[in-house]
């Protein structure tokens, strides 16, 4: 069964403090694509990254990273320097070869970034 | 750069009557999805469209749902009798063929009173 985890409800943080947020996934497929959305409070979706399971190497653009480690099925998110723009839900998602695409999301991290 | 968009962006509407909800996905895309999103709950797939018919449903996707590409541009979700529980955000979502990625359009808050 297809499953998304992101245990952490809320985060809150200080500016420029670094933040990770977790995601844990489940899937019976050999292949599948991994995702990051960011819903800021006007409530728009936003893509922020695509990672494919045969392309384990960590990725960086800008302030933003992403962790993806098959072994132990997770695929982290971590904001550097964070800024009170960062304040939103973050959502984490799964879709498997197999299936039509569509989007298994976690239930969300809520981030609140305070100056 | 090209975007969903949906109309209408607000829709308030009683109990047991039909709505329809529009969504134009970008202009190279073939393949279409409607999500919702009940407030403060997460993202959850209702039904994903390819070459005119529904490829995949949710069992939240009954009978009192349909999906129609009446033309060239536009992608609709009709609930021909709505309930209190389905007030929500309805978001579209198109992605190329041979791309993973999807992108989403801003959402329509449907309130059912």
């Known amino acids: 069964a297809q499953k998304v985890t992101q245990a952490q409800t809320e985060i809150s943080v200080v500016e420029k403090e670094d933040v990770t947020l977790d995601c844990v996934y489940e899937?019976?497929?050999?292949?599948?694509?991994l995702f990051w959305y960011k819903q800021p409070p006007s409530g728009e979706l936003v893509f922020l990254i695509r990672?494919?399971?045969?392309?384990?190497q960590n990725e960086i653009s800008g302030r933003y990273s992403w962790n993806f480690q098959k072994s132990t099925s997770s695929f982290n998110f971590t904001i550097t320097a964070s800024q009170v723009v960062d304040s939103a839900v973050y959502f984490c998602?799964?879709?498997?070869?197999?299936?039509?695409?569509?989007?298994?999301f976690g239930q969300g991290t809520t981030l609140q970034v305070k100056p | 750069e090209p975007e969903v968009t949906q109309t209408p962006s607000h829709q308030v509407t009683q109990m047991g009557q039909e709505v329809i909800l529009r969504c134009v996905p970008i202009s190279n895309h073939l393949y279409f999805y409607w999500y919702r999103q009940i407030l403060g709950q997460k993202v959850e797939f209702l039904v994903s469209f390819y070459n005119n018919e529904i490829s995949e449903k949710s069992e939240i996707f009954d009978d009192q749902f349909s999906v129609e590409r009446p033309d060239g541009s536009n992608f609709t979700l009709k609930i021909r009798s709505t309930k209190l529980e389905d007030s929500a955000m309805y978001f579209c979502?198109?992605?190329?063929?041979?791309?993973?990625?999807?992108?989403f359009g801003p959402g329509t808050r449907l309130l059912v009173l």
């Open positions: 990672r494919n399971s045969f392309d384990e």
């Open positions: 979502a198109s992605r190329q063929t041979g791309e993973e990625t999807q992108y």
């Open positions: 899937t019976r497929d050999t292949t599948y694509y």
């Open positions: 998602a799964l879709s498997e070869s197999s299936n039509t695409g569509k989007l298994i």
